[in-house]
């Protein structure tokens, strides 16, 4: 539940306030429970520094609910028996949750080989030229079938960080990078010069 609700926060905002926002949500609620049974303001509060506050605590709040309503409880070891295309059915029935947030439950709270994909995973995919797609979910229907299911948590963790340090979104630093030759991305010679900017190594599944 923890994976889930991180990742939940952490959609269409920065690592750095979505992980503010859940060690908001811990300290002031000690069980998903009492997220469940508060007043949507109290939630709302405490997340609000990621963003979206209103829709994130509507769809937590109504989400909690549905689960303890269906299973009596919030654990999700119900999952556990579950193969990985019927947790993606499962999860899919709740507001506000999609593939990538599921994909990161499988992958962090279950331990299965999925490759979850973000928008800095498909930024970078279609980049070098491993992909050719419009979307995040196309990227991650073509890339879970090419990627060999042993490297594919390590291969995410690992490209989330080469977006972040060197593949950025905004300027990345194809005068560093190490695989600039093989990469196809047509800009990259606009970016042979070295920018000053700032380094963010946080990456909030590591925290919980
Ligand atoms: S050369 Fe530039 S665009 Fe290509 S992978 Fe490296 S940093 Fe990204």
Redesign the pocket.
């Known amino acids: 539940m923890d994976v889930l609700i991180a990742t939940k926060l952490s959609q269409n905002t920065t690592d750095k306030t979505s992980y503010i926002a859940f060690t908001n949500l811990k300290k002031e609620f000690r069980k998903w429970e009492e997220v469940m049974n508060s007043p949507i303001d109290r939630i709302k509060k405490s997340i609000k520094v990621c963003g979206l506050a209103n829709t994130k605590s509507a769809n937590i709040k109504e989400m909690l609910n549905l689960m303890y309503k269906n299973f009596g409880n919030l654990s999700l070891n119900y999952l556990k028996k579950m193969s990985d295309d019927e947790v993606y059915e499962e999860l899919l029935q709740y507001k506000g949750i999609g593939k990538k947030t599921i994909s990161c439950v499988l992958a962090f709270g279950m331990g299965r080989e999925v490759f979850p994909v973000d928008t800095h995973i498909h930024r970078?995919l279609n980049?070098?030229g491993a992909v050719d797609t419009k979307t995040p979910d196309e990227t991650f229907e073509l890339s879970g079938k090419i990627i060999p299911d042993k490297y594919k948590i390590s291969f995410h963790t690992n490209l989330i960080r080469?977006g972040r340090n060197?593949?950025k979104a905004i300027k990345?630093?194809?005068y560093d990078?190490t695989?600039?030759d093989l990469?196809s991305?047509k800009?990259?010679v606009l970016?042979d010069t070295k920018v000053t900017s700032k380094e963010n190594n946080f990456i909030i599944l590591e925290n919980i």
């Open positions: 970078i980049r070098v080469f060197v593949c990345p630093e194809c990078c695989i600039n990469c991305y800009s990259k970016f």
